[in-house]
């Protein structure tokens, strides 16, 4: 969503993240894994504003699944449980924007679905350092595991 990769974000760039998350799908699709896109729409409004579109880069690829999320999570009400448990998917890796509000809360949903789940550290941002920080330190070691996009590549293959 280009209005939201615009933002300005902390310790990384929108355009940063952006590229890093591009880079982990290709590498998880080369593993078999599933890529999931998350697009938000605010509710009630008749009309998005402009940029609420996936970024032109983030264009899915054939077995890719897109969702549209109305809360700060991307599973309340998206079906993505039931998408990710029917094609047996056990672990969810989580980057984007921003990580103390959409990524930490679909984190802790996914941990109490039972799932075990990956935070990738450098995929993500907030809008303020310190809030990404205290997620990555503090969070999300209690929710998952932390690494960093080139740990996870090396992991994948």
């Given at each position: ?41 605010r ?20 077995g ?53 789940v ?16 205290f ?11 932390v ?11």
């Open positions: 969503m280009p209005r939201i990769i615009a933002l300005p974000t902390e310790p990384y760039s929108g355009t940063e993240v952006l590229t890093r998350c591009l880079t982990l799908a290709t590498a998880v699709r080369a593993a078999g894994g599933l890529v999931v896109f998350v697009r938000v729409e509710p009630g409004v008749e009309e998005q504003p402009p940029g609420s579109e996936l970024a032109p880069e983030c264009a899915p690829e054939s890719d699944v897109q969702i549209v999320k109305h809360t700060l999570g991307a599973f309340h009400q998206t079906g993505l449980d039931d998408v990710l448990r029917s094609r047996g998917v056990q672990t969810v890796v989580l980057g984007g924007l921003v990580t103390n509000f959409g990524v930490e809360s679909t984190g802790r949903v996914a941990d109490e679905h039972d799932y075990s990956v935070f990738v550290s450098d995929a993500m941002a907030g809008l303020h350092g310190h809030a990404h920080e997620a990555v330190d503090y969070v999300f070691p209690r929710l998952g595991a690494c960093t996009s080139d740990e996870l590549l090396g992991v994948l293959g």
